[in-house]
């Protein structure tokens, strides 16, 4: 490749060794490429370590009596120099004796080279994506070595790379850690010696930070086989490795593959550092999620980006510094002191963006930005925007957006009279289209309005009254200064009248409701008409969801049927979750303040946004959270930790209190405090409140003997928590009292360490050891469903199914409607039937474990048997079908795999087209196409017929369809035949005898380019001696059959004649 001339000193002669030289011109080799020698060892170390990644060859030119050269070419084979060399010889060396001056020589030829640079590369940029412009020429090189390196899928994308040093036997290995959507792999190659390393991360189960080795952090990253541990040379590695080891146990979870996100390309964008696009979307990503996370919004939301500025809050006439966010909808504002002040502005209520130069206090020259709500005109003002021409661009970007969409909207609403439709993003399958009609129900109001709840109107009137002065001066609604004032004044209980505003609100519920407008009354309406196993199991659990609220008992219809109708819709809109118990509980809670839509907004968000993976049938968002529960007691209770870990304890925490968010622990009306401060802060509140709790009893749980005692002990002082009533607490009661405020207080104050972004981190680690524990018991299940089926030992059917469990991931990541994940929703699926694989994965894995696979017909084989096992015909075998297979040819047993050669060239097996028809003058026969599967079809039908009459089914039960017909001959094919029932074996045409002793020949040659062998040719005599006694065996058995049933015709002609 032509590159602009380079000016070098030297021409390199301990790292370059010259191939050709003439007047001019000279083309070298780099010493290690493929040359020999200590020298050349050494180069080719240097350039691995420090991945200094030269070309193989190059060209130079050096002016007559110059010390210097010019570097012209770089090429990476040995052809493409010597076909630039030519070119030089042939276009520049006959050309250079018409110049009197050496100096005119050298600026003939760097111009000549540097115009076909130019013209090459006005090429390759009209031939390159938007996405490759931004990659370096260092990760280009890299993904092309990754490529070269390991044996990988071509569309395997590389994130980034790493220099790195593998600390794996007596001596570290210096080398390149690759990062890629789906594996880890590390290469080193030093004085000779190779280090390849490839793990996918669907298999890792630990990623550790460990401490120093030789003054350096180094990471453990473990799988069920070793560990591995890195000495990453970049900070941003390691937070790397985890975020794409979490989308691996993504993957595993819930089948959710990663996906681009091609508008990046599109977004403009400022001060971001040059790196690859894959490197930016994840960033993205993970940027977003923080930002979801942080402000609690819908899983649709991305961020846009953020710029660090001060907002001025008017009710303290102060500027607090901290981040600006802008996403799709919103706005959004995060002082950096944690707690001081935040804000969340919807852009849909903005009316305009302007530029203040002014400052709000002192009138000082500034750099501000000032939005003006629609209703009221009320303003908020960002002040020293970094940037800010830029962003008031965005800002203005983002207002025309939503403007066209809200547009769309309108039309395609005013289009549609009749009938309207309303769409939600579904967890499964992206949107989830809802088709509105007329609704057999009215949808039902806070119960709390038709059942009166029992409550202090005094300590009522005082909350409300608070409430009322904090809104005059903090705001209300959602674009509210959310503070600490905030924090306090939740900690104390949202009065009932504003409680389900704040939870809508606070939690992020609204944005959704305000998005899907009649979603939910449409999706309620249509799955109470659907009978599924999520509908029957809420069945069995409505009337024992609040049994002590009037709403929820026997007697009383209106409570039971909200919950129906709120739990069906939330069932038919994640299946993956479907229904699971305790969500029954938290949503009679939740109807109790808020209405029947709004209780399944609220749901919605607790199910996938704040205890994401909780409520599906293996619980893993609570496995996980046990194992965070057990991190922040052994960080912040460490004398109670033991103790509380030979109790077995934490298991009950994560599953009872954490699952039902303390209501099946606390009465509801007091629980509900906790629900308050749960929809306002997040998930950590149950953690900050777990670990005050542990705290509070930890002498008398340090005295336990057992489990039982310690829950009994925690379950009397759960009793004495009683919400802000006067009139509930009792003077002579010998019991402390608890309140539940002053409990979240002293929770807020003693664990303010516990932060939200601290359980995600936590989540995320302890996410990939709970995952890959119940893969394991997965594993397990399957591998005993199949015992039975092969002789393969337990690990070898491990190894099988490992394989066939990343190919299935990978397959699900490109399919969105791949059968295994509809299986998956299944619970009355066999286990191996979970794990499929199509005819290509198939074709793969088998070739890998038959010698079978050696042969030229084998591609026809695989097919054929494919097309046995595949009985629903819908392009996939099971994991039991599949070790059946191999069994069959991977095994001992001669018998077993005669008769499965013999079922792959029976009459519709084999199909028409493949049997070599000519006529008597040597032609092909012609057929129609319709003809060709038409016979297929008969000739299939007619083998299974023959087993039926065999015995194989009954008369009644037979089926003359393509299924049923390969059931039959399936059914044939696996079962264990007695000696008698050997016999009764399917007739074989000549025509499929002569294609079975052919494919039969094509096994034992392997390969018909190779001259036979010795044992090859006594074979093929053996088979050939074999194959002509089994066909004159044949012709006399047609002979007799044909005699006798002409004697069976003449002896009813003479009874019918007498």
Known sequence: MWINPKLIVVSGPGFWQTERANRNFILQRRKGRGTQGFSSLLVGTWDSVLDTKPPPYRLLYQEEGSDTFLMLAACMSGQEALEDWAWLERELLTKVDNFETPSEITDFVSGKIASIVAINEVESIEATDASDMEESSGYKAAKVKFHRVFTVPEDEKLVSYYSCTCWQGRIPAQGWLYLTVNHLAFYSFILGSETKILVRWTDVTDIEKCGGMLLQDSLKVSTRQEQLSFSIFNKEGYDLIRQLANLGMRKLISEDSYHQDLNLLLKRSKNVPKKSFLKRDLDARKNTEAYRVKFCFPVEEKL?????????????????????????????????????????????????????????????????????????????????????????????????????????????????????????????????????????????????????????????????????????????????????????????????????????????????????????????????????????????????????????????????????????????????????????????????????????????????????????????????????????????????????????????????WFLTLFLSVMPYHTAVYIIDCFFYEGAKVIFQLALTILSRNSEFLLSCRDEGEAMMGLNRYFQSILRDEPELIDPASETPIVLISNLITEAFTMFQSVTSEEIESLRLKHRLKVVQTLEDSQMKNVVRSVKTVSKFSDEEVRALFVVVKNEQLIRTSKMANDPANQDKLDSNKPFFELYKVDCDTWRQVSGLCSSWAKAEIWDVLAHRMFKIMDLNQDGFINFKDLLILLDMMSGSDIQRKLKLLYCLHLPGVVLPGELETLREDNTEVATDAADFFIEAEINLGKTARYLMEAGEHEEDAFDSGEKASLNSIQGWLIRTDSKLEMRKIPPLPQQYFVLLWKSLYALFMENSLLPETEEQQALYHSVSVVGTLLLQIGEVGQKFEKRKSNLNLEEGETLEEG
């Open 304 to 656: 846009d980006g953020k710029v660090e500025c001060f907002l001025f809050t008017p009710f303290n006439k102060k500027y607090r510094f901290g981040t600006l966010y802008l996403s799709s909808n919103f706005g959004c504002f995060s002082s950096h002191v944690p707690g001081l002040v935040s804000l969340v502005i919807p852009l849909k209520d903005v009316n305009c963006v302007e530029k203040s130069s002014i400052n709000v206090n002192h009138g000082n020259q500034d750099e501000a930005i000032v939005f003006t709500m629609k209703n009221g005109g009320k303003t908020f003002v960002f002040g020293q925007v970094s940037d800010r021409d830029f962003v008031v661009e965005k800002l203005c970007e983002l207002l025309a957006q939503l403007k066209t969409e809200s547009e769309d909207l309108v039309s395609q609403s005013s289009g549609s009279a009749s009938q309207t439709s309303s769409q939600a993003s579904g967890v499964v399958g992206g949107p989830v289209e809802i088709q509105a009609s007329a609704n057999t129900f009215q949808v039902t109001e806070p119960l709390m309005t038709i059942f009166r709840e029992s409550v202090d109107l005094t300590t009522e009137a005082v909350k409300e009254i608070l409430w009322e002065k904090h809104g005059a001066e903090f705001g209300t609604g959602i674009s509210i200064y959310r503070t600490e004032e905030t924090t306090n004044l939740i900690s104390k209980g949202i009065p009932n009248k504003w409680r389900r505003e704040v939870w809508m609100t606070f939690s992020g519920a609204i944005f959704d409701m305000q998005r899907n407008t009649g979603y939910y009354a449409a999706l309620a309406d249509s799955s109470l008409q659907v009978k599924s196993l999520a509908n029957d199991e809420i069945e069995r659990d409505l009337h024992r969801s609040l049994p002590e609220h009037p709403a929820f008992q026997a007697n009383n219809k209106i409570g039971i049927e909200a919950l129906r109708r709120v739990l069906s819709a939330y069932a038919a809109r994640n299946p993956q979750i479907g229904y699971c118990q305790a969500m029954n509980i938290v949503c009679s809670v939740l109807l109790i303040y808020s209405s029947e839509e709004e209780a399944f907004w609220l749901l919605v968000a607790i199910c996938e946004r704040l205890l994401p993976d909780y409520y599906n049938t293996k619980v893993v968002g609570a496995l996980v959270d046990q194992g965070v529960m057990d991190h922040l007691v052994l960080t912040h209770l460490p004398e109670l930790h033991a103790k509380i870990s030979d109790l077995g304890m934490l298991h009950l925490i994560s599953l009872s």
